[in-house]
């Protein structure tokens, strides 16, 4: 392949790439729209992003007093919503666009929320337990109480009659419940489980910022490269308005001679614009390279697998909870409303909802062991988290700001029933866990297109089949299968962004995103990390008119090479019974077709007959496209191949598979 050929052929893939910087200009666009958005809507509620506004809203709501738990659960939907906002102002926002200040602005923000709306949820429980002998139920003259809403669900029991044979607690309508022990069924207290869907208990993870991004080992150049890109474009930008400033006299005189009016003016205009276009090229050269790093550092590894200094605690870039978390927790039984001359007179306590110690801490008078014995605890398993594998349980550890698994006994799950049912030492945060790579490596792989900036990925694991549908800049959970059979989920016909349609994934159990720490729990097929991020845009630039599959020999080949399967497949295109794909081999700056296909006894690197090396995989496959395929090709949404890249940068196909 000659050198002047090659260089076309890289010209015209930077000029089809220019979509990415273009994508990203976009996105920044609709970032600063939606905070005038919600400048203009007026509708009370804060811009988190703003710390006057949040800390405002915080301030004015610790003032509010003697809320009920509905009233709290009412307010929790807007509380959350902030919180999700900020976490998705951190995750979807460059790092090289997030300031540090911003990211402590934001977690400081995210953590003041986060304990502001479980104290409420402690007051308003109070509050509940004070009314406890007015709720009794008349068959047991216990209190029960059991309220539901889409994030919160609350149950409650009080133990009004302290009767010592009443041990088992069913929770009406469910399978929920404890089994105690004598000591705690003659005592004055009540049991509390307040299921959370979401989890503001496992700490914030980590947000990359720009300084960490440019120091990377891993990224399309360093940083004195950077430095020396943005002096480029100064200098650049600089000596071209000297030559403006030096060029409009001889211009002028020119002109003036022809046209003495018109032509002055025409030209000045010219000038002027010249100086902007130069401007928005630079800048544009310079997000494309900044572009280009970040999604390279999506694909970085980490050098170091988590140390963890206590025994049993859980490693969170292992497992993942799911389902939220369960606050179980003994209190002790605050003072009751009490009847007077048509008054409800109540003993308010100081210190508030107070906790019951279980077991005490000085118990040297008892045999500990039968008298303070585990507590039996029934949960139920929330319908929309999936579990591949029967689910673990973890206590959470306030001390060490960490879950672990010990404390807690005779786990036994009934996935019929989704019942889950175990012993705990002493009462807190629960969750369950899954091992968050029991979908990886995957299987096999397939993008195809599916009409107009739309595409299909099919992701196949060992458990399960996910199709996710993109469509220009959203993405949509299309089908799930379990042991071939069609799964219904929540998250089916539900548009959303990249970021957020990952998240949602994650949180539903399904999750096909590997980390930087995943190599170490996974045995991965390892690619060049600068490998990937090209094949990954380039085959994004292609999904309009061609499909993609997974190939066996993509294990064989070395670490530098990926190996895939390509069609053409227009949209809306009859399905082929037996289609005939070519199979490509790419280095990186080298495409070729091989001459072995699927079914071949072994690996060879052999050129197939009648074709030829190129530097990219839109010229390797232009070879044998219709005009029709390539049209499309040409002219691309670039969100939609931005939202395409992203997605393949998230799963590593060519990696995990």
């Not at 790579?437 to 397939?446: A, F, L, R």
Request: negative net charge; contains cysteine; aromatic residues 8%.
């Amino acid at each position: 392949m000659d050198l002047e050929r090659r260089n076309e052929e890289l010209e015209e893939l930077y000029l089809l790439e220019a979509c990415f910087p273009e994508a990203e200009k976009l996105k920044r666009d609709s970032r600063l729209l939606s905070q005038w958005k919600h400048y203009i809507q007026c509708n009370g509620s804060p811009d988190p992003s703003i710390s006057q506004e949040i800390n405002t809203f915080i301030s004015l709501w610790k003032e509010e007093t003697n809320e009920t738990f509905e009233a709290v659960t009412a307010k929790s939907k807007l509380v959350l919503n902030l919180i999700e906002k900020l976490k998705l102002i951190l995750l979807e926002t460059p790092s090289y666009d997030l300031q540090e200040k911003n990211i402590i602005q934001y977690q400081g923000s995210i953590l003041e929320l986060q304990e502001l709306l479980h104290l409420k949820f402690n007051i308003a429980t109070e509050i509940l337990l004070r009314q406890a002998s007015t709720l009794a139920d008349l068959d047991s003259g216990n209190m029960e109480k059991v309220i539901r809403d889409e994030n919160v669900t609350l149950y409650v029991w009080a133990n009004l009659k302290k009767n010592p044979r009443y041990r088992s607690i069913r929770f009406s309508e469910t399978q929920i419940g404890f089994e105690i022990p004598r000591i705690l069924a003659t005592s004055d207290i009540a049991l509390r489980l307040l299921h959370t869907r979401y989890d503001h208990v496992t700490p914030l993870g980590p947000v990359p910022t720009a300084s960490q991004e440019h120091t990377s080992t891993v990224t399309y150049f360093g940083k004195d490269e950077v430095k020396s890109v943005e002096a480029a474009v100064s200098k650049d930008l600089q000596e071209e308005y000297k030559e403006q400033e030096n060029e409009p006299n001889s211009v002028h005189e020119e002109e003036t001679k022809v046209d003495e009016q018109g032509g002055i003016e025409g030209q000045t205009s010219s000038v002027q614009e010249e100086p902007e276009a130069t401007k928005y090229e630079l800048e544009m050269k310079l997000l494309s390279e900044t572009v280009s790093a970040a999604q390279l550092l999506l694909l970085e590894n980490a050098s170091e697998k988590p140390y963890f200094s206590e025994e049993n605690e859980v490693d969170l870039c292992q497992f993942t909870a799911l389902g939220g978390v369960h606050h179980l927790d003994i209190l002790e039984l605050p003072p009751q409303c009490k009847p007077r001359k048509g008054w409800m007179i109540v003993e308010i306590l100081k210190e508030g909802l107070q906790k019951y110690t279980y077991p005490p801490e000085t118990a040297e008078d008892f045999e500990t062991e039968n008298t303070f014995p585990p507590i039996e605890v029934m949960l139920e398993v929330h319908e929309n988290v999936i579990f591949f594998e029967n689910p673990m349980v973890a206590r959470w550890d306030a001390e060490g700001k960490h879950w672990k698994t010990d404390g807690i006994s005779n786990v036994s799950y009934k996935s019929e029933d989704r019942l889950i049912t175990f012993s705990l030492d002493t009462f807190g945060p629960v969750t369950l866990i899954q091992d968050a790579h029991v979908n990886m490596p995957y299987q096999s792989w397939e993008l195809r297109p599916l009409d107009v900036n739309e595409v299909l990925l099919t992701v196949t694991t060992v458990f399960t089949e996910i199709q996710i549908q993109i469509k220009e800049n959203l993405c949509m959970l299309a089908s799930i299968k379990l042991n071939n059979k069609k799964h219904s989920s929540i998250l089916e016909e539900k548009w959303m962004t990249p970021v957020s349609f990952i998240i949602a994934l994650k949180e539903a159990g399904l999750n096909i995103f590997p980390t930087g720490h995943s190599h170490f729990y996974v045995v991965i097929n390892y690619k060049l990390p600068l490998v990937e991020v090209k094949a990954y845009r380039q085959m994004a630039l292609l999904s309009s008119a061609f499909a993609f599959g997974w190939s066996k020999w993509n294990t064989v080949c070395d670490s530098n090479k990926v190996v895939f399967q390509v069609r053409e497949h227009l949209p809306k295109e009859e399905p082929i019974q037996n289609p005939n794909w070519a199979l490509l081999m790419f280095s990186g700056d080298r495409a070729q077709s091989l001459k072995i296909n699927e079914s071949s006894d072994a690996f060879s690197e052999a050129l197939k007959e009648e074709t030829e090396f190129h530097s990219t995989l839109y010229h390797m496959v232009k070879d044998f496209a219709s005009k029709e395929a390539m049209k499309k090709v040409r002219c691309p949404n670039c969100q939609f191949v931005d939202s395409v890249c992203h997605m393949l940068l998230s799963t590593r196909l060519l990696s995990y598979s």
